[in-house]
């Protein structure tokens, strides 16, 4: 048997190089010049005839896709954000002298509290430089946050309106006028920079992105996005911004779903948070000289940085784990 098998293997061997190997050899030329031919046909039709609609729908999926391409790199360019930047995405008019001269004086003020109040110098030093540094951005960054919450509570509406401008018979542009007049703050705001952007003779391709710079946020991102499609390569603009209005509304309606279901959970994480705080200020009322070692001792500060860090790092998994992507 084992002959037998043997050459049974040997012809399918021979089969598969057969089929690998000839039709490349026999025939290859054959489907160049096939292939070249269709190639030149398409060519020939580009040239001289109407656009296939499959060839246009290709076209505008590229055309869409190199602007997306585009805006990936601006945004990995602008990953390093400025101060002036971060001021005009939390909407403050503040400069950037003023602010850090604010949180220089913060940080002297906590710097005294706590000399005063019997700190340690050490850790007074510590306590002013996070007054400096880390009290005012954290409340730059809690600011930003509302401001884009109220922009995006009204930018479903401003979308609409320009919907209906559009299907009214106005341009572009004079919809977008109608919204910066009319619209609420601090929609109305943001939409009067790209008019602004307009009267020095940008068009409205080159003055949209602007919105996105002062707002780095995906709503604002598929907005552009479809405004400089339209300008672009054309299309049915009511159609698509009809959409964006929709699509912006359900993530409206996800974010404040999301933000019942998590409700429960802030509220233990509050609650589990100020715990030690509650704690301790109880038990310095009831008895003074109890936390007094803590403070006074080295084994006591030593201790007291432990539980900070541990507190600081309790805070954080719990801030991370009622915050959701949708």
Not at 134 to 163: G, H
Request: aromatic share 8%; net charge positive; with cysteine.
């Amino acid at each position: 048997m084992s002959p037998i098998l043997l050459v049974l293997l040997s012809v399918f061997a021979i089969g598969a190089l057969g089929l690998a190997f000839v039709p490349g050899i026999a025939g290859g030329n054959r489907a160049n010049k096939r292939v070249k031919a269709m190639t030149a046909g398409d060519r020939s039709v580009g040239r001289s005839g109407p656009k296939d609609p499959t060839k246009k729908r290709d076209e505008r999926r590229k055309s869409l896709q190199d602007i997306l391409d585009e805006q990936n790199e601006q945004n990995k360019k602008n990953k390093r954000v400025s101060m002036r930047k971060r001021l005009a995405h939390a909407g403050m008019k503040i400069s950037v002298a003023g602010f850090w001269r604010n949180g220089a004086i913060l940080g002297v003020v906590v710097f005294l509290v706590a000399w005063l109040t019997g700190i340690p110098i050490l850790f007074a030093i510590v306590f002013g430089a996070a007054g400096a540094y880390v009290l005012p951005m954290w409340y730059v960054k809690r600011r930003t946050k509302k401001y884009q919450d109220k922009f995006l509570d009204e930018f479903p509406n401003a979308v609409e309106s320009i919907v209906r401008g559009v299907k009214a018979g106005l341009p572009l542009n004079e919809s977008i006028k109608v919204v910066a007049s009319e619209a609420k703050e601090p929609v109305a705001t943001e939409f009067t920079r790209i008019v602004e952007q307009q009267s020095v003779g940008k068009n409205i391709g080159e003055a949209v992105p602007i919105l996105f710079e002062r707002l780095p946020i995906p709503e604002v991102n598929f907005f552009v996005v479809v405004i400089t499609v339209q300008q672009k390569s054309g299309g049915n603009l009511s159609e698509a911004l009809s959409n964006l209005s929709g699509v912006l509304r359900n993530r409206k309606k996800m974010k404040a779903k999301v933000k019942a279901v998590s409700s429960e959970a802030k509220a233990s994480a509050g609650i589990i948070g100020s715990l030690p705080f509650v704690v301790t200020g109880l038990v310095s009322l009831v008895s003074p000289s109890y936390m007094l070692p803590l403070f006074t001792t080295t084994i006591g500060n030593f201790w007291l940085g432990v539980a900070a860090a541990m507190m600081c790092t309790g805070i954080f998994v719990m801030n991370r784990m009622v915050q959701f992507d949708y």
